[in-house]
């Protein structure tokens, strides 16, 4: 009964009558209660006594019930009440406060932590990184209560080396093999970067041209500079203070180092480095390099595919990349396969400064 006597209130050119109440929480968010009962859409007008003028959107949808159908049990309309809550103001975010730092070729955040006394963790909390082995060279750093004096014994950084743009942070683990190192399968012939696995094939090698037998198993180590003559430093080690060497003498050998990278859905650039060492013999002491040009082969490992063997000169550095897009979350498997078909003096490669970059499509 009471409900058929609103109704018929509402319909009346009498003005209406709304009851409203409002609840403000100090100045925002105001949430603001209507409780009323229309058969048409209405304005409504809520006067606020504020000390600060806040405006507040009210939309209101009424479903409403046909008068000639009045039914005693019949559940009046409740009117639907959206409040579009003005935007509250962030709390002020208090920034750290340090010298920048710029990332240079061989920095890690342990690296950079050891350069200025600041604990990598903090480094990593004050820029907002989320995976702590993520930065790249040329990448701005805030060193949290860091006065901008290196650390003696740390790598002072070279004004006349310019950084390169950052295309997008690398996300390759351990991309420049600076980061540690370990046995393989405990196999003390292959040490091999942190986070990084190894594929040997010892198989017959039935490539023609060829020379027949069975490929052997290479030797690898993590080189550090000062394991390198300084003559061939510039030519073997492309980024930081570690370069791969990988090598087989007299032998052909077939191998590749590949590592897992879990990926959001996107477009992505792989770029690999490397120097094929495939030495024919010596002439003096001079490298006599083979420009045959299936003397060294490599091939991109993507997941279970990837390219075909392509051939790699030798004698100079070699930057291939490959791209992919991935249409879902996932781990994808990257890496490079290694190739030396012919027994020779020497089968080596320099392996350094790899890449994984997100890139937009086109
Ligand atoms: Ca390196």
Redesign the pocket.
């Known amino acids: 009964m009471i409900f058929v006597l609103v109704a018929v209130v509402s319909c009346s050119a009498e003005p209406q009558v709304v009851e409203v109440t409002r609840v403000v929480n100090n100045d925002v968010p105001v949430t603001v209660e209507v409780t009323r009962v229309v058969t048409q859409e209405t304005t409504v007008e809520v006067p606020v006594e504020v000390t600060r003028v806040v405006e507040v959107e009210v939309a209101v949808i009424v479903t409403a019930t046909p008068e000639s159908q009045p039914e005693p049990t019949a559940v009046p309309p409740t009117p639907t009440v959206e409040v579009i809550a003005p935007t509250a103001v962030p709390a002020t975010a208090v920034p750290p406060t340090g010298a920048t730092y710029t990332v240079v070729?061989?920095d890690t955040l342990s690296v950079i932590a050891g350069k200025t006394g600041v604990a990598a963790e903090d480094i990593a909390t004050a820029n907002g990184l989320s995976n702590i082995n993520i930065i790249a060279v040329g990448q701005e750093l805030i060193i949290p209560g860091w006065d901008g004096e290196l650390a003696a014994g740390g790598t002072p950084e070279n004004p006349t080396q310019p950084t390169a743009p950052v295309a997008g942070a690398n996300l390759l683990p351990n991309p420049?093999?600076?980061e540690g190192w370990y046995f393989f399968n405990g196999v003390a012939e292959w040490q091999l970067p942190n986070q990084w696995q190894l594929a040997v094939d010892e198989g017959p090698n039935t490539l023609s041209p060829g020379s027949g037998g069975s490929f052997y198993r290479p030797e690898i180590r993590v080189l550090s500079r000062a394991h390198i003559p300084p003559a061939e430093q510039s030519l073997f080690?492309?980024?930081?203070?570690?370069?791969i060497k990988a090598f087989k003498g007299d032998a052909p050998t077939n191998f590749s180092i590949f590592t897992d990278v879990a990926l959001q859905p996107g477009s992505y650039r792989f770029t690999a480095n490397f120097f094929p060492d495939a030495v024919t013999g010596y002439n003096g002491s001079q490298k006599i390099w083979n420009g045959d040009p299936l003397a060294a082969e490599y091939r991109i490992i993507h997941n279970g595919g990837g390219t075909g063997w392509q051939s790699a000169p030798a004698g100079r550095k070699n930057t291939v990349t490959y791209e992919f897009t991935l249409t879902e979350p996932g781990t994808v498997r990257l890496g490079v396969g290694f190739r030396n078909r012919f027994a020779q003096s020497n089968n080596g490669w320099f392996i350094?400064?790899w890449s994984l970059q997100a890139i937009n499509t086109p």
């Open positions: 070729p061989g420049s093999f600076e080690l492309f980024d930081g203070e570690n370069t350094d400064d």
